[in-house]
């Protein structure tokens, strides 16, 4: 049976560009999001889903098993940035960095749980992306905070899945070229998102006995915490 391949936040960007590499690789994808037009055909599936709904997400990996009968790799990559300043008075709404913790924190927590019965009947792999300012700090920015919880996450799955055949990697990119960038930094150097998505299919394609803890990419003479 041809092995299958699940990414969240596929409608544009990092996710968008990974989503078609794993096609070319030769798996059967599922590209989800909030804004995906459900529509599936024998390769390719464009799948409506919440990551900050444990409800959307559970309902997903269901659907996704029982019409391609398995998933091989779960690519946790939904993820927002909004504008969370400690000392100035602008920036976004307390709502906002609630969303942003959930949707970056919760979301791929959920992927991870709703994922894990379909990923231990196959040996599967999770990846997250995580972020380089997940390794370091950007000054005022609790989005940094966030991507370090995943790498904190992780570790705390592999911990529990060492002995399962289930693998679990983090990319952790610098500053890649999609809508999420800030204004601020369109002029720094930057990441083609089909980078982050060759780091990902590199980690999943090695051999069981290898595990592919942590990728960090940055494009060259990028700080890397940035
Ligand atoms: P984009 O804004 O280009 O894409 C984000 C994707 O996530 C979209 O497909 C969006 O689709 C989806 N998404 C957002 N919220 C949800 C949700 N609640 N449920 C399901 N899908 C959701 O961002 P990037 O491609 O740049 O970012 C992808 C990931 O990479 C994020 O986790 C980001 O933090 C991380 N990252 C980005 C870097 C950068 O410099 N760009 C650097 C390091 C890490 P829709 O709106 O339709 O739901």
Redo the contacts with the bound molecule.
């Keep these: 049976m041809e092995h299958v391949f699940v990414v ?9 560009a990974t989503a078609s590499l794993a096609a070319q690789a030769g798996y059967r994808v599922v590209r ?5 037009e459900e529509s599936v055909g024998d390769r390719g599936w464009d799948a409506r ?4 709904s444990w409800d959307s997400v559970q309902d997903l990996m269901s659907r996704v098993e029982s019409r391609w009968g398995r998933i091989d790799v779960v690519y946790a ?5 909004v504008d969370t300043s400690f000392v100035s008075s602008s920036g976004a709404e307390p709502s906002e960095w609630t969303d942003m913790v959930v ?2 924190v919760c ?1 791929p927590a959920f992927t991870a749980r709703a994922a894990m019965p379909a990923l231990l009947r196959s040996g599967g792999h999770l990846v997250l ?5 997940g390794r370091g700090v950007r000054p005022g920015n609790l ?1 940094s905070a966030t ?1 370090w919880a995943i790498t904190g996450l992780a570790q705390a799955i592999r911990a529990e899945a060492v002995g399962t055949g289930v693998r679990v990697t983090v990319v952790q ?4 070229d ?4 800030p204004a601020s930094r369109v002029d720094d150097p ?1 990441l083609e ?1 089909e980078d982050v998505g060759r780091a990902v299919l590199y980690a999943v394609s090695q051999p069981s006995t290898v595990d592919v803890n942590e990728i960090l990419i940055r494009p060259t003479g990028q700080a890397a915490h940035r």
Excluded: E, F, Q
């Design positions: 969240t936040g596929a409608s544009r960007g990092i996710g968008a989800a999001s909030r804004s995906a889903c919440d990551v900050s990559n939904a993820g927002i940035s949707t970056n979301g992306t995580g972020s380089a300012a989005y991507k990119p610098g500053l890649v999609t809508d999420a960038i930057k998102p």
